[in-house]
């Protein structure tokens, strides 16, 4: 079933009961093409974009739990190609090129709204680093505009320009960044697989891998052994607990991230405000909540749920840059687990196993990737060959020093 | 979470700056035949379990120690603290 304005009006008018389930809850068959273990929004991106783009349709996504439950639920919704170096910017845009399209592609209302991101300037030094951001942005195919205190005191009235410690002196606006609506983001993309012909196996719990001869023959789950010409891992915080079913050992920690959500409040915020002194960031969801998050709590963890100090943290750069939200209350708060790289920048590559292919190492940026690293890793599988704009993203660079270390930060997670 | 610290007690864990898994300690031989590769090991690979791990925690607001910790990753729960310095001295003496 399509979904349109017509079909909106038409099942109201017969009482809704024209509408079917988005996808089926397929059973495993005993083969496929390709397996993808992971329903997230990559696992299922990578499944509509393999369907779609590249033919591929005997194609299974395996779920240990059920879809969308992982990070794709649990982020602060911001999407943005605000990225500095070479390796990132071209892939980051494209994947913003891909929201821009991505529900008439997918036929879903994702509620994309480009509502623009503007990253607060508190000093010359910052300044002068924006404008370089912002320039390689713009060499990239990306938007990018500076915005002096004037600009943004017209824009943004409340926010604490006075502050003495970190007083607001401009900031980088991109203003085709904005946010979408998370869940919506793995219900349609499963839908669009589906639509094709994959199957979306929720509950089925990956327990290892079988190779022969280094190669990769398929998947042990807890539904029974699954064949596959080529299986895919994109698990985000659980990588390195899968990839170690294979023997692997990856460059990465697990670390949780807390995230926010304030009781309903009438329109206040139009877009999305980063604080450029700390760590926080804040927009408005079409519910009126204030979505807002800061920093990794900074250990290993696969907990879903942080601690206090870092909740501390994050409000402190709230009351920094708009003291108003000390007056909202919280509604909500929840954690997610981060694969954080050592570099601070993903992994889609393939592996030393034939056919066991890796998407891994999103740290805390994962969400805005979903469209382009679906497309990037579906190209891989079925080319064997890496995406264009996802050449640097190889699993040996820490080997032969290429890395892509966007904060210059170096092998230390938990700084990225 | 509380850290049991071996000399002071008690202590928030927010005096302390956490670094990673506890085998940063046990750095590799610099003149072995396979150092490229054991140094990349050691750099950039890691465990990254779910459940218990050993790591390095800097008592950073306090005395400036170094802690090994064994918390669960999947509860936060911590078993056993030790002075960095005193695993060192017992991973060095002569067996």
């Known amino acids: 079933m399509t979904y349109s304005g017509f079909r909106v009006i038409r099942e109201a008018l017969r009482g809704d009961l024209g509408w079917g389930p988005a996808w089926r809850d397929a059973d495993p068959k005993d083969h496929y093409d390709v397996v993808i273990v992971g329903g997230g929004g990559h696992g299922l991106a990578t499944a509509h974009y393999l369907a779609s783009r590249y033919g591929v349709t005997n194609v299974a996504v395996i779920e240990k739990g059920w879809i969308g439950g992982g990070n794709v639920g649990r982020n602060t919704t911001i999407i943005r190609s605000n990225y500095l170096l070479d390796g990132n910017e071209p892939f980051y845009e494209m ?235 919280l509604l909500r708060m929840w954690g997610g687990i981060m694969d954080m790289s050592m570099d601070g920048s993903p992994i889609i590559d393939r592996t030393h196993i034939d056919g066991l292919y890796l998407n891994a190492g999103w740290c805390y940026g994962g969400f805005k990737a979903t469209p382009a690293s679906g497309l990037a890793f579906a190209h891989l599988l079925a080319t064997n060959a890496p995406h264009d704009t996802a050449k640097a993203y190889r699993l040996n660079r820490f080997e032969t020093g290429h890395m892509i270390d966007e904060k210059g930060m170096g092998n230390q997670p938990n700084l990225h | 979470m509380i850290i049991d610290h071996p000399l002071f007690g008690p202590r928030d864990a927010s005096e302390f700056v956490y670094l990673g898994d506890a085998s940063l300690m046990d750095r590799p031989d610099w003149k072995s035949e396979t150092a490229a590769q054991d140094f990349h090991a050691y750099a950039y690979l890691r465990d990254n379990p779910a459940g218990p791990h050993r790591e390095l925690w800097f008592h950073e607001g306090g005395d400036r120690s170094w802690l090994v910790i064994t918390r669960d990753t999947v509860t936060h729960e911590i078993t056993r603290v030790e002075l960095a310095r005193d695993v060192a001295r017992k991973q060095r003496a002569p067996q």
Not at chain 1, 172 to 186: E, I, K, M, N, S
């Open chain 1, 95 to 329: 994947s913003l090129k891909l929201w821009e399209g991505l529900e008439q592609d997918i036929n879903y209302n994702a509620m994309v709204s480009q509502r623009g991101i503007i990253n607060l300037i508190h000093s010359d030094a910052q300044r002068d680093a924006f404008i370089r951001r912002g320039n390689a942005m713009i060499l990239n195919g990306a938007d990018a505009e500076l915005l002096d205190e004037a600009a943004m005191r017209r824009e943004y009235p409340w926010l604490n320009y006075e502050d003495a410690r970190f007083p607001i002196k401009g900031g980088l606006a991109q203003r085709r960044g904005g946010t979408v609506r998370h869940d919506a983001v793995a219900w349609g993309y499963a839908r669009a697989a589906d639509r094709r012909g994959v199957d979306i196996i929720q509950n089925c719990e990956v327990t290892g891998f079988r190779t022969k001869n280094g190669n990769c023959l398929g998947v042990d789950t807890s539904r029974g052994f699954i064949g596959a010409g080529k299986v895919g891992v994109a698990v985000a915080g659980n990588s390195s607990r899968v990839m170690a079913l294979a023997g692997m050992r990856l460059p990465i920690e697990s670390h949780v991230l807390q995230a926010f959500v304030t009781e309903g409040l009438k329109p206040i915020l139009p877009g999305v405000i980063t604080f450029g002194a700390g760590h926080f960031y804040v927009s408005q969801s079409d519910k009126g909540g204030l979505v807002f998050g800061g920093d990794i709590d900074g250990y290993n963890s696969y907990a879903q749920r942080g601690n206090l100090p870092v909740v501390e943290d994050v409000c402190e750069g709230g009351m920094a840059i708009m003291p108003m939200i000390g007056r909202a209350r």
